[in-house]
C-alpha cells in the first residue's frame, strides 16, 4: 500500500462511483478496481459494497478512510514543510456550496489564493447551500460553504466571513397576493396571515427562523410549496404564489431582483453568519489551510 492507493479511495467515498473516481485519477474504471481488490486483500477486510450505480462503505471503509485522509495530510503536510515556497503546494479541493453563496464569497477569495497558492484548484459543487455542513460531515466534500448553524456539530469547525440579513419578500407583480401586500401596507395594518400563502425551503435556518417566528406570534399562513434551495425560493415568490424569508445575500445575487420585493414585517430576523465549514481534521490538509488562509486574507477589514 502507497499514498496512491490512499488518495484512490478518498476519490471513490467521495464520488461513490468507480467511473467518477477513474475520471478524477485518471485512470480507467478496471484499473480503480484492481487497486481496490488489491487494496482489500492487502487489509484483509471488504471496504466497499458494489452494485450496478454506486459504491457504499463497509464500516471497515469508514475506518480506512479517517487512515487515507490521515495519511495524505501527513504526506502533503511534510512536502510542505520540506518545501520554504507555498507556491510548491499543488492539489485539488473540493468545496460545495450555493450557486449564490460560492459566487459572493469566491469572487473575493480566488485572488487571493491564485496569488499565494497557484497550485490549489479547487473542485466546486453547487447546490443547496443547507446541505453543505452535511457533505462536510460525510466527508463529501473538504470544505462547504455554508450558514453558520444555531449549534455547530462536534468535530466541525468554522470560519465566519460575512453576515446577510433575513428578509421577508413578496412579488412585483400584478396578482392577489399582490393586492393583499398593497392594502396592508396602504393602511398600516398588520397582515391577515391566513391569506398570505407562503414558501418555505426545504430545510435550512431561513426556514427554521421563519417558522419560529411564526410559532411565537400563534401565525399559521396556508404553505403553498417548500422547495429546494434560496434561488428556487425567489423565483416562486416572483411568480406571485407566496411569501418568503430569504438572506440579502440571495436578493442581491438575484435575477429576479426586480420581481421581488422587500417587505417591512419580520424584519428583526436573526442574520445569517456565511462562511467556511470543514472538519477540525482536515484542517491539517495544507490545500485546506491554503484556502482557508485565503479567505481569512481576503475579508480582513
Not at 450555493?98 to 473575493?108: D, G, K, P, R, Y
Request: charged share 20%.
Amino acid at each position: 500500500m502507497d499514498i496512491r492507493d490512499c488518495q484512490m479511495f478518498i476519490q471513490l467515498a467521495t464520488t461513490q462511483h468507480f467511473g467518477k473516481a477513474a475520471q478524477a485519477s485518471h485512470l480507467s474504471a478496471s484499473a480503480i478496481s484492481r487497486q481496490l481488490q488489491r487494496l482489500e486483500t492487502e487489509i484483509g477486510k471488504k471496504l466497499v459494497e458494489r452494485d450496478n450505480r454506486q459504491v457504499r462503505l463497509t464500516p471497515a471503509g469508514r475506518h480506512f478512510l479517517e487512515y487515507a485522509y490521515q495519511t495524505v495530510n501527513a504526506w502533503q503536510q511534510l512536502r510542505r514543510d520540506l518545501s520554504d515556497d507555498p507556491k510548491t503546494i499543488s492539489g485539488e479541493l473540493s468545496v460545495y456550496g450555493s450557486v449564490t453563496a460560492s459566487f459572493s464569497l469566491l469572487s473575493q477569495i480566488l485572488p487571493v489564493l491564485r496569488s499565494s497558492y497557484p497550485g490549489v484548484e479547487l473542485k466546486l459543487r453547487t447546490g443547496d447551500q443547507a446541505d453543505g455542513i452535511e457533505r462536510v460531515l460525510t466527508n463529501s466534500e473538504d470544505c462547504a460553504i455554508a450558514a453558520q448553524p444555531d449549534v455547530l456539530p462536534k468535530h466541525l469547525q468554522f470560519l465566519a466571513l460575512q453576515q446577510s440579513p433575513l428578509y421577508l419578500i413578496g412579488p412585483t407583480m400584478p396578482c392577489v397576493l399582490s393586492q393583499r401586500l398593497e392594502s396592508a401596507l396602504a393602511a398600516n395594518l398588520a397582515l391577515d396571515w391566513t391569506q398570505i400563502p407562503v414558501i418555505l425551503a426545504e430545510h435550512g435556518l431561513a426556514r427554521e427562523r421563519f417558522l419560529q417566528r411564526l410559532q411565537q406570534l400563534n401565525l399559521n399562513p396556508p404553505i403553498y410549496a417548500q422547495v429546494a434551495g434560496h434561488e428556487a425560493v425567489v423565483a416562486m415568490v416572483s411568480l406571485g404564489f407566496g411569501v418568503a424569508v430569504v438572506p440579502e445575500l440571495v436578493i442581491k445575487h438575484s435575477p429576479r431582483q426586480d420581481t421581488i420585493r422587500v417587505l417591512p414585517w419580520f424584519d428583526d430576523l436573526q442574520a445569517f453568519t456565511i462562511g467556511l465549514c470543514a472538519r477540525q481534521e482536515r484542517l491539517a490538509d495544507p490545500l485546506l489551510q491554503a484556502f482557508w488562509q485565503s479567505a481569512e486574507l481576503a475579508f480582513v477589514d
